[in-house]
């Protein structure tokens, strides 16, 4: 598994979340820099209402409000003089974790969908 590193920000520095869903997005979703997203740019040639589109967007979303948890969480812990028991013993945090495994899982349906929309 890729390793994910975390940057510790201040509260006010965190982004506000929103729901990517609601907001119109004509063009196919942009690739993150943490998620070096190989296959976005051959994305355009799918229809925006592509149900793997949607996913892809959905997924980056969830990806990054798992990032956002994470250090918040982390800010949290390091506030209250605590540690997170499971980080503490396996060296990542579950959301941690789970973030790594959902952004493995993004760029394989990236991978997929640029297939796709090659042929």
């Given at each position: 598994?890729?390793?994910?590193?975390?940057?510790?920000?201040?509260?006010?520095?965190?982004?506000?979340?929103?729901?990517?869903?609601?907001?119109?997005?004509p063009?196919?979703?942009?690739?993150?820099?943490?998620?070096?997203?190989?296959g976005?740019?051959?994305?355009?040639?799918?229809?925006?209402?592509?149900?793997?589109?949607?996913?892809?967007?959905?997924?980056?979303?969830?990806?990054?409000?798992?990032?956002?948890?994470?250090?918040?969480?982390?800010?949290?812990?390091?506030?209250?003089?605590?540690?997170?028991?499971?980080?503490?013993?396996?060296?990542?945090?579950s959301?941690?974790?789970?973030?790594?495994?959902?952004?493995?899982?993004?760029?394989?349906?990236?991978?997929?969908?640029?297939t796709?929309?090659?042929?």
């Amino acid at each position: 598994m890729p390793t994910v590193h975390f940057l510790r920000a201040s509260p006010e520095a965190l982004p506000v979340k929103t729901d990517p869903l609601t907001q119109p997005e004509p063009t196919a979703p942009t690739a993150d820099a943490g998620l070096r997203l190989v296959g976005t740019a051959a994305l355009n040639s799918l229809p925006s209402d592509h149900a793997g589109i949607l996913l892809l967007r959905q997924a980056c979303a969830a990806q990054a409000a798992l990032v956002a948890d994470a250090m918040r969480l982390q800010l949290r812990l390091k506030q209250d003089g605590r540690c997170d028991p499971i980080q503490a013993i396996t060296g990542t945090s579950s959301l941690e974790r789970a973030a790594a495994e959902l952004a493995d899982l993004v760029r394989v349906l990236d991978e997929r969908l640029s297939t796709e929309a090659s042929r």
